[in-house]
T-cell receptor, first 109, second 114 residues
């Protein structure tokens, strides 16, 4: 079983819609959770971090964490074509970060 | 301010050659991580430094891989006797604190072994 699981997609949403990205993790001892965006041919760019249960909002982005269900999600409101990228979920356990394989998002104008 | 930088950005090596990849972290960041990213996959952890101490090297795929950070700043990832399966993007990331905190990535080095 992989440490971090994501639906690889592709996920397509129309411009202006809400995009919902999901991630599950296997280690209950995981402490910190992150969402990164990666454009094709570029390196990952940090979008959000979340450390405690509940929601965390930053602009158009909302991260949600449910440690009991070992589930992390990212909502993107008012999706824009520039949001088209691969979204990576990352989970910290001890000294290591585990990344999912990423979900490819396409926002259709 | 300046972000994480890596050099070279691209490296082509013949099988069996040794390569050295350099990472300059964000100034003042104590933690430094190396990752390997294959096409279509997420980054895979290789090793972690806190200052000059290598605290975790459990992700290094073989003893051909070696990393160092002698003065707690710049780090070098060395791959000896490169193999075709070593072809990947090697990413470096730094963090202002320990592994539980936000990491910022450099642009990566794309290694192609022919």
């Amino acid at each position: 079983q992989k440490e971090v699981e994501q639906n690889s997609g592709p996920l397509s949403v129309p411009e202006g819609a809400i995009a919902s990205l999901n991630c599950t993790y296997s280690d209950r001892g995981s402490q910190s959770f992150f969402w990164y965006r990666q454009y094709s041919g570029k390196s990952p760019e940090l979008i959000m971090s979340i450390y405690s249960n509940g929601d965390k909002e930053d602009g158009r982005f909302t991260a949600q964490l449910n440690k009991a269900s070992q589930y992390v999600s990212l909502l993107i409101r008012d999706s824009q074509p520039s949001d088209s990228a691969t979204y990576l979920c990352a989970v910290n356990t001890g000294n290591q970060f585990y990344f999912g394989t990423g979900t490819s998002l396409t926002v259709i104008p | 301010g300046a972000g994480v930088s890596q050099s070279p950005r691209y490296k082509v090596a013949k099988r069996g050659q040794d390569v050295a990849l350099r990472c300059d972290p964000i100034s003042g960041h104590v933690s430094l991580f190396w990752y390997q990213q294959a096409l279509g996959q997420g980054p895979e952890f290789l090793t972690y430094f806190q200052n000059e101490a290598q605290l975790d090297k459990s992700g290094l795929p073989s003893d051909r891989f070696f990393a160092e950070r002698p003065e707690g700043s710049v780090s070098t990832l060395k791959i000896q006797r490169t193999q075709q399966e070593d072809s990947a993007v090697y990413l470096c990331a730094s963090s202002s604190a320990g592994g539980a905190h936000e990491q910022y990535f450099g642009p990566g080095t794309r290694l192609t072994v022919t």
